[in-house]
Structure formats: structure tokens, C-alpha cells
């Protein structure tokens, strides 16, 4: 195997990696977005319940201000998490770039060593 064959299958692996990153982190994201929203149907049923949407009332009901909290956490990390997925978008355009110019350069010596070949046999 040629050093350059080498390289090409690093940098397909190191593309395939980024992909498997980035739809991990698609996932992660719709799962924190699905999870806040349950959150929010639970903090309107508790405060429908309670008749009481007023966050500093003294009988505000706990669970919607514990669902509340886990919920704006849960914003949170989504966040970090779009911010994450943006860097790693930028990583995989990069390495998409190195692959490309892995294969131009694998092709073009490819090439190369072809015309040679041929250019023995008809001499040869």
C-alpha cells in the first residue's frame, strides 16, 4: 500500500468520524428539545392545577418550579450543545477539504504511474 493510499483512508476515516459526531450531536440536541418540552406540558398542567401562574406566589406548586429549573438547564446544555455542533460543522468542512485534496493528489499519481506503465510497455 502506497503512502498515499495511507493518507486517503485517514482522511476518509477522520470525515466518517466528524459525520458520526455531528449527527450524535443532532441527536442530543432534538432529545434535549423533545425532554423541555414535556417539561413545559407539565409546567402548564401543574400551574393549571394550582390556578396559580405567578412564579413568586407563595403557593406557586413546587414541581413546576423543580420542572422549570431542569427545563431552563436543559435550554442550557442545548445551547452548548448548538454552539458544539457549529464547531464540529467547521471541523468537517475542513476535513472534507484535506480529503478532497488527498484524493486530487492520490489520482494525480495515479495518473502519473499509468502513463509510465503504458509508456514502458509500448517501448518495452
Do not use: C, W
Not at 1 to 8: A, F, G, H, S, Y
Not at 46 to 54: F, W
Not at 79 to 85: D, G, S, T
Amino acid at each position: 500500500m502506497k503512502p498515499r493510499e495511507n493518507l486517503v483512508r485517514l482522511k476518509q476515516f477522520q470525515v466518517n468520524e466528524k459525520r458520526r459526531r455531528m449527527a450524535q450531536l443532532d441527536s442530543m440536541i432534538a432529545e434535549f428539545d423533545r425532554m423541555a418540552a414535556e417539561l413545559d406540558a407539565q409546567i402548564i398542567s401543574e400551574e393549571t392545577k394550582a390556578g396559580i401562574t405567578d412564579l413568586n406566589h407563595f403557593a406557586y406548586p413546587t414541581f413546576a418550579k423543580a420542572a422549570r429549573l431542569r427545563r431552563d438547564n436543559l435550554r442550557t446544555s442545548q445551547a452548548e450543545l448548538v454552539e458544539q455542533r457549529k464547531s464540529a460543522e467547521a471541523e468537517l468542512s475542513e476535513a472534507e477539504a484535506e480529503l478532497a485534496k488527498a484524493e486530487a493528489l492520490e489520482n494525480r499519481d495515479g495518473r502519473g504511474r499509468q502513463e509510465t506503465a503504458a509508456s514502458r510497455a509500448m517501448t518495452g
